[in-house]
């Protein structure tokens, strides 16, 4: 879990379970978007990741956050697959060892 704070203020945070290398929420304070905020704590947890042996990262964005997906897919997240209301991305941190 991390959290971005500007001012004294939470303006975003990341939380992901590393066993599973699963991000979970990513959050950037819609005021900070465009800032890079979200590439930093994205890179942080997959830096954990890495330090993990994880060769992958995971997430799942819901069909309506189109900025979100949006994000996902400039970082180099790929769609694996779908239900009625999520995609589920992936994302090779690494080559495999």
Same mark, same amino acid.
């Given at each position: 879990?991390?959290?971005?704070?500007?001012?004294?203020?939470?303006?975003?945070?990341?939380?992901?379970?590393?066993?599973?290398?699963?991000?979970?929420?990513?959050?950037?304070?819609?005021? #900070?978007?465009?800032?890079?905020?979200?590439? /930093?704590?994205?890179?942080?947890? &997959?830096? %954990? *990741?890495?330090?993990?042996?994880?060769?992958?990262?995971?997430?799942?964005?819901?069909?309506?956050?189109?900025?979100?997906?949006?994000? #996902?897919?400039?970082?180099?997240?790929?769609? /694996?697959?779908?239900?009625?209301? &999520?995609? %589920? *991305?992936?994302?090779?941190?690494?080559?495999?060892?």
């Amino acid at each position: 879990f991390k959290v971005l704070i500007i001012h004294n203020f939470i303006k975003g945070f990341i939380l992901g379970e590393i066993t599973k290398a699963q991000l979970n929420p990513l959050y950037i304070d819609p005021g #900070y978007f465009h800032n890079g905020y979200g590439k /930093i704590l994205l890179g942080l947890f &997959e830096e %954990e *990741l890495i330090r993990n042996n994880h060769n992958y990262i995971t997430v799942s964005c819901d069909k309506l956050n189109r900025i979100g997906l949006s994000f #996902y897919l400039k970082e180099k997240f790929k769609i /694996i697959a779908e239900d009625e209301e &999520e995609y %589920e *991305l992936k994302k090779q941190i690494r080559e495999k060892q």
